[in-house]
Nanobody, 124 residues
Framework: QVQLVESGGGVVHDGGSLRLSCTAS????????MGWFRQAPGKEREIVAS????????YYADFVKGRFTISRDNARTTAYLQMNNLKPEDTAVYYC?????????????????WGQGTQVTVSS
């Protein structure tokens, strides 16, 4: 019901910054809560951050608190993940996902639609 396209990944130095974007089509982005997840080789997909439908409530995994910021612009049907002070352990494929509810979840199994992912690589 919603198609998502991530962009903004790339290769940066330890301590560098990237901004990921997730643009939605198919339905109004404002109808959905959303989350950013990541998955490294050999590991399970894990929550990075989530944001409510209105943007009034956010959640951050402990390993990104103080470094990453999730935001959304419903008028542009786009969500963002600003990543600062990146570390080599942040290297992963990053995915955005949406859930047809106002309240997001930290569980990937509760999300309805997923983007294709964008690679983030942090060199040491």
């Amino acid at each position: 019901q919603v198609q998502l396209v991530e962009s903004g990944g790339g290769v940066v130095h330890d301590g560098g910054s990237l901004r990921l974007s997730c643009t939605a089509s198919g339905r109004a982005f404002s109808n959905y809560a959303m989350g950013w997840f990541r998955q490294a080789p050999g590991k399970e997909r894990e929550i990075v951050a989530s944001i409510s439908r209105s943007g009034g409530s956010t959640y951050y995994a402990d390993f990104v608190k103080g470094r990453f910021t999730i935001s959304r612009d419903n008028a542009r049907t786009t969500a963002y993940l600003q990543m600062n002070n990146l570390k080599p352990e942040d290297t992963a494929v990053y995915y955005c996902a949406v859930r047809r509810t106002a309240v997001p979840s930290t569980s990937s199994g509760l999300y309805d639609c997923w983007g294709q992912g964008t690679q983030v690589t942090v060199s040491s």
